[in-house]
């Protein structure tokens, strides 16, 4: 496998529709991208960031971590999943078993909430990868919804009465955000690095047209396993911190389909298909939710549906996708140029 | 298309701008990290005002009015040597527990809440008193049966709670159905239904043992997920096993399904107690007639003996007061202790004299006072959890006038609750 070279150069390349498309990669980009993260580290150590802005920008981390595995599936792969929640379920379940019934650290938790999602996927993957489209989102979703009922009735785990995580000492939100900062940025870096690489070639073929993929070799029930994987690993670990920052856990919560739905929602007005959709849809998603939460009852999903249907409507790209087609500029883009 | 494009962007663009200028007009910043709320005493509030639990939260807006309005009427609240008013910051939890715990979070983290209130089923009690725990804020807790509290943590230190044992509200059901015929020792059978959610385990746990332990027939066809709609397999055994007694604790939703379903199946039962779906009027409406005769636990009305120490306000004046305001509806039970649990939170602020968290704890640990639910005094310990018990007493749903009304019929766990009715058996107790 060959990792691309990181070019100091802006490009400036001929897209397949002809015209001239500036990307913006290469050192300058990379740069840009390693002053944010130390800036952000930087803030969050030294108490620059309040405690509250942490909250804000580890739910962002958080989700820009879920839609853009969710995109990776998706918008790259074509394996359109409505069941990523079943992973942040075991997730935060794991999490809380370890932490509350075996008192042991929260990064045991992590882990065990990982293993457990990789052998999960591993399984999962050899029933699901049978269906296509439609019948592949909603087995995945019935999975999902299955495992829910399962844990609703487990006595292990209280059943729907719900658990507490009981990490002692509890970690500060500084904490958890360092945490989910630095899983934001693996978890972006894991993404780009993949679908630069020939796997990704093949990922993009196989989501075009499988058959023509793999007629011409691509191998696509590895493609298909490393991704489904891959995303498995991230969206649990994820999970696993998203529940330590809330503290409790319900199989109704954790299991729910409105985890897809906000991961849906994040990547449609961010932009699929993007490496930058996900993050901008992220930031918008956490501020939109935080600010509707004022209004009363319900409208917070009114309004987050009409925005959707808007951007639907009017951007189908997304924000990002619009403008990067409109003003003729891709970052970090994925695609193969004539010159490279 | 091209047009529409670009009006599209420009008015997500719009939207954006106008939440991100929001949210940096909040007290985000490095300052708003300071123990002081300002002006004000800051106190949040996360209530269900949609969702199956919707009932439970009605009313919020106008207690909200009340208990800001005394504090503003008398002056304000003295601490730190200055005179304050009361802020009380509602946010919805949409009856969700994920939300609740966002929602607690965003009240201990961006409003910066002096004492936060955890209200209204375990649902909503144990994610919002979870984060109080671990911001360090202090916590009035209520209307949540002790047992799924206490059983949800090892350890509370911030939080301080009121209401009923399941233990208590077993012995309630049991003089209720000895009113209705059904002694213990008798035989009767007793059909329980609970979802399993912490109120329905919470409940589950003790019900089970105690119906055998008193010499009843327990049919038990198991628990069911909170929201289930086809309840064919628990009729089916219900039909079968011939109850007497159809005992358990749902959501509005679960209990109208599966008391439906009974009806069609020919199921007829002698006495029906179910908590939660039948303690308010709305909820008991929408049964229809076939909700009378249902027996409840009540634990509060407008005819309980009880003057709040805060306010000076009788049971009776209050929920008079409500039905004025709110065109003639009575005043439901979850308002009561709504009521009660602001009255917890601006008395603890005056014991302290300080919005210092550690001195509103110790207010509240030290709390002896009456409030519109009773005398309230935390003494007494389940696992980690402090709590106070109040009182309960025995309902039926009556029609009088035409109109579904809850009666009370049963005080022998507390006689200074006066009964107002006697039992009569209804369309729910058709054997």
């Not at chain 1, 058959?211 to 696993?240: E, H, M, N, R």
């Not at chain 2, 509005?252 to 002698?270: T, Y």
Request: contains cysteine; charged residues 15%; proline residues 4%.
């Amino acid at each position: 496998m060959k990792i691309p070279v990181l070019l100091d150069r802006k490009k400036t390349k001929a897209a397949s529709s002809g015209g001239q498309v500036r990307v913006l990669d290469g050192v300058p980009m990379l740069a840009a991208c390693v002053a944010i993260a130390a800036a952000l580290y930087i803030f969050g150590l030294t108490g620059v960031l309040s405690s509250n802005i942490q909250r804000y920008l580890l739910k962002i981390f958080l989700y820009c971590t879920l839609s853009s595995m969710w995109n990776l599936m998706s918008g790259y792969t074509g394996m359109t999943s409505l069941g990523q929640q079943t992973y942040i379920g075991l997730a935060g379940y794991s999490l809380t078993v370890m932490t509350a019934t075996y008192a042991m650290s929260y990064w045991v938790g992590f882990l065990v909430g990982a293993v457990i999602s990789t052998i999960v996927s591993l399984i999962l993957a050899i029933i699901l990868f049978r269906m296509r489209g439609m019948y592949f989102a909603v087995a995945t979703w019935v999975v999902a919804e299955a495992l829910r009922t399962f844990f609703t009735s487990w006595k292990f785990v209280k059943k729907g009465a719900g658990m507490t995580v009981a990490a002692r000492p509890y970690p500060s939100t500084s904490t958890i955000y360092i945490i989910a900062l630095t899983l934001c940025i693996i978890a972006l870096a894991v993404v780009y690095f993949l679908l630069k690489s020939r796997v990704g070639l093949g990922l993009t073929a196989m989501r075009d047209d499988p058959d023509a993929a793999s007629s011409v070799g691509v191998d696509i029930f590895k493609s298909k396993l490393l991704v489904y994987v891959v995303s498995a690993i991230f969206t649990a670990l994820a999970g696993g911190i998203f529940y330590l920052n809330k503290g409790s856990i319900y199989p109704a919560g954790g299991f729910g389909i409105s985890w897809t739905v906000s991961m849906v929602f994040i990547v449609i007005i961010g932009g699929i298909g993007t490496m930058g959709g996900p993050v901008l849809g992220s930031i918008l998603y956490v501020i939109f939710e935080e600010q509707l939460a004022k209004l009363p009852g319900g409208w917070t999903n009114i309004v987050l549906g009409l925005i959707a249907i808007l951007v639907i409507l009017f951007l189908p790209d997304g924000i990002l996708g619009t403008l990067q087609k409109k003003l003729r500029f891709e970052i970090l883009s994925q695609k193969r140029f004539s010159g490279e | 298309m091209k047009k529409k494009g670009i009006l599209a962007l420009f008015l997500t663009a719009a939207l954006c701008l106008g939440l991100l200028a929001g949210c940096a007009g909040q007290g985000g910043g490095k300052g708003a990290g300071k123990a002081s709320s300002g002006d004000t005493i800051k106190i949040g509030y996360v209530n269900p005002t949609i969702g199956p639990l919707a009932g439970n939260g009605e009313g919020i807006d106008w207690l909200i009015k009340e208990i800001e309005g005394y504090v503003k009427s008398v002056g304000g609240i003295e601490v730190d040597g200055k005179k304050k008013n009361i802020e009380i910051i509602v946010y919805d939890s949409q009856s969700d527990t994920t939300i609740c715990t966002e929602m607690a979070q965003k009240l201990c983290e961006e409003d910066k809440v002096d004492l936060i209130v955890a209200i209204q089923t375990p649902e909503t009690v144990i994610p919002v008193s979870a984060q109080a725990e671990r911001y360090g804020v202090p916590c009035v807790a209520i209307q949540a049966p002790v047992n799924a509290v206490a059983g949800a943590a090892e350890k509370y230190e911030w939080t301080y709670h009121a209401f009923w044992t399941i233990e208590k509200v077993y012995e309630q059901y049991k003089s209720l159905w000895t009113i209705a015929g059904y002694a213990p020792g008798s035989g009767a059978k007793i059909g329980i239904a609970f979802a399993n959610d912490a109120d329905g385990t919470a409940w589950y746990n003790i019900f089970t043992q105690k119906i055998v332990e008193d010499g009843y027939v327990l049919v038990d066809p198991g628990q069911y997920p909170s929201g289930t709609t086809d309840f064919t397999n628990i009729v089916n055994k219900f039909k079968a096993e011939k109850i007497d007694i159809l005992a358990g604790t749902n959501i509005p939703p679960d209990f109208g399904n599966l008391f439906n379903q009974m009806i069609a199946a020919g199921v007829e039962v002698g006495c029906v107690t179910m908590g939660k779906c039948c303690l308010l009027e709305g909820d008991v409406a929408a049964l229809g007639e076939k909700a009378e005769g249902i027996l409840t636990e009540v634990w509060w009305a407008p005819t309980n003996p009880y003057k709040s120490a805060l306010t000076g306000i009788t049971c009776a004046e209050l929920g008079e007061k409500y039905s004025k305001d709110n065109g003639g509806r009575a005043m439901p039970q979850p308002a009561g202790y709504g009521y009660a649990a602001l009255e917890l939170a601006v008395q603890a602020f005056i014991n302290a004299g300080t919005t210092k968290k550690e001195a509103v704890r110790d207010a509240l640990k030290k709390m002896d006072t009456t409030t519109i639910v009773g005398p309230i005094k935390y003494d007494k310990q389940m696992g980690g959890l402090t709590y106070c018990e109040t009182v309960i007493s025995g309902g039926q749903w009556q029609m009088v006038d035409g109109k579904l009304t809850l009666i009370i019929i049963d005080n022998s766990l507390y006689p200074e609750v006066p009964t107002t009715g006697k039992y009569v058996p209804g369309n729910a107790t058709q054997r």
